[in-house]
């Protein structure tokens, strides 16, 4: 008898043995259901392309979940390879220029030809495909135009005539329950829909200008596994550190930061480290972004009959919690309950908008909070950025000029032109020269030392100088090892930094 045949063909596209040893490992590691697995088998032989390449194009498998190089080891060993091939890794890559190519061709046609409802369901689609964050409504003096933030970028997608764009923001305000009339106030509402199987939550806030409503919807996907410290950007000595602050028994912890610089993500994280049986963990949030088995978690409703953030807030104190998760610190009610509860023997987490960590400090006693509580409760305080990564398909090296050395505090005399890298800019990435983001992060720990300087109301300036001498790595360092190591730019550095 001849010998069995082997799974894939000669361009790598897997045969039907092939896809079931692909199927095998990939739903019993949890990492697709069988659903999932048969709505890419059934993409690849419409798209005429590989299943693994149809598995990243639908996104069923969330890159913070699952990095490219282990998908690709995972692929290999399903085909009984060994060795991974040269190039192999660009090929299981989604065109994502292809994507946004197709995307503005397919939106224009559809403009003029589909109804509001099925508009609407492409741009919420295509919005998906292309792994954006937000998606923009902006009036125009004449019609509107859609843009999508990919990678904290907007890209101009469509432009819409005034009776379409109408008619999708009435639609948008039916399904997140906000008032069809109300065009002079603001809004904000939640709208919770499915792709490729996945819960998403579309958070919406519309605001009047000039030419018209202006409508933003935030895309959240659920957060379905546990995002480890090191995976948000954090170093090893900051995962210590951190761990170290969150499994104290009790005090507060703040992590500061501004719009979009992904605080939540990194309280979700705390959370999944601290979520036991043995542990009561709850959280009060505006609105609850995900939901995790076992934290108890209390959403505030946006209506006039739903609960408030103090009501709630209180009622959850005598909930005896362990573990406390308020969504931000947004007023004197929610600051004062934070620290009080911290002095209580409750480990509060939050979130709070502010520059840098000791400027976060500080900004506690803008909402009422006096120095000698403060001092008390606060354990420490995170402060993040996002900063772009460099697209590993266009990555290339150069040699730093002396601009580049001045932006990284390097002494040209004593350091002969290092080599450090940037994006070319290619059809992967938009052409911008960086794919994906990256948290940078600083921590200060409150000490004694630093405890008396809140207690004294001392200057941020302060604050961080003493930090800094008692071992504090700063955002900007934190930086400068990612643009030395080669994973973001001097650009970067100098756009989240002073």
């Not at 036991?276 to 959403?299: C, F, K, W």
């Amino acid at each position: 008898m001849d010998a069995t045949p082997s799974p894939t063909t000669d361009n790598g596209r897997a045969q039907p043995g092939g896809e079931e040893n692909l199927s095998t490992v990939l739903v019993q590691n949890g990492l697709l259901t069988e659903a999932q697995f048969a709505m890419a088998r059934v993409y690849a032989q419409d798209h005429h392309c590989d299943l693994c390449q149809a598995i990243l194009e639908l996104n069923l498998i969330p890159p913070d979940r699952l990095n490219t190089l282990a998908f690709e080891r995972i692929v290999a060993l399903s085909r009984g390879e060994t060795t991974l091939g040269p190039g192999s890794l660009h090929s299981l890559q989604p065109d994502r220029a292809k994507i946004e190519r197709d995307i503005r061709a397919e939106l224009k046609a559809s403009a003029t030809t589909a109804t509001p409802p099925d508009m609407l369901d492409q741009i919420i689609e295509r919005s998906f495909d292309s792994l954006a964050t937000d998606i923009h409504l902006d009036p125009l003096v004449v019609g509107y135009r859609v843009r999508y933030r990919i990678d904290g970028q907007l890209h101009e997608i469509v432009s819409l005539e005034p009776e379409m764009a109408h008619s999708l923001i009435a639609r948008i305000k039916v399904l997140s329950n906000l008032r069809i009339v109300e065009r002079r106030h603001a809004q904000d509402g939640l709208w919770i829909t499915k792709h490729a199987d996945r819960p998403r939550t579309l958070r919406i806030s519309t605001i009047p200008t000039e030419f018209g409503e202006r409508v933003v919807l935030r895309i959240h996907d659920a957060l379905t596994t546990d995002l480890g410290f090191p995976q948000l950007g954090l170093q090893q000595p900051q995962v210590e550190q951190l761990r170290q602050l969150i499994e104290r028994p009790y005090g507060a912890i703040l992590v500061g930061g501004p719009v979009g610089a992904g605080k939540t993500t990194t309280l979700y994280s705390c959370l999944r480290h601290l979520n036991h049986p043995s542990r009561n963990l709850m959280t009060i949030e505006d609105p609850i972004e995900y939901r995790i088995a076992g934290v108890n978690q209390v959403g505030v409703a946006n209506h006039p009959n739903g609960i408030t953030f103090g009501e709630g807030l209180r009622a959850i104190l005598r909930q005896d919690p362990d573990v406390l998760m308020i969504g931000e610190v947004r007023s004197k009610i929610t600051a004062r309950v934070n620290v009080r509860a911290a002095l209580n023997g409750v480990l509060v987490l939050s979130t709070i908008h502010s520059s840098d960590a000791a400027s976060t400090a500080v900004a506690m006693f803008n909402y009422s909070v006096s120095a000698q509580l403060l001092s008390s409760a606060l354990m420490g305080v995170v402060s993040q950025r996002l900063v772009r990564r460099i697209c590993p398909h266009c990555r290339m090296s150069y040699t730093a000029e002396e601009a580049d050395l001045a932006a990284l505090g390097l002494d040209p005399r004593e350091h002969d032109g290092p080599t450090l890298y940037r994006g070319r800019g290619c059809k992967a990435c938009f052409q911008t020269g960086y794919l994906g983001q990256t948290g940078v992060f600083e921590i200060l720990e409150v000490n004694e030392l630093i405890r008396t300087l809140i207690l004294g109301r001392t200057t941020r300036e302060v604050i961080e100088q003493t930090a800094k001498d008692e071992g504090m790595k700063t955002m900007r360092q934190c930086a400068i090892d990612k643009v030395l190591e080669g994973m973001t730019t001097v650009e970067e550095l100098r756009r989240i930094s002073i």
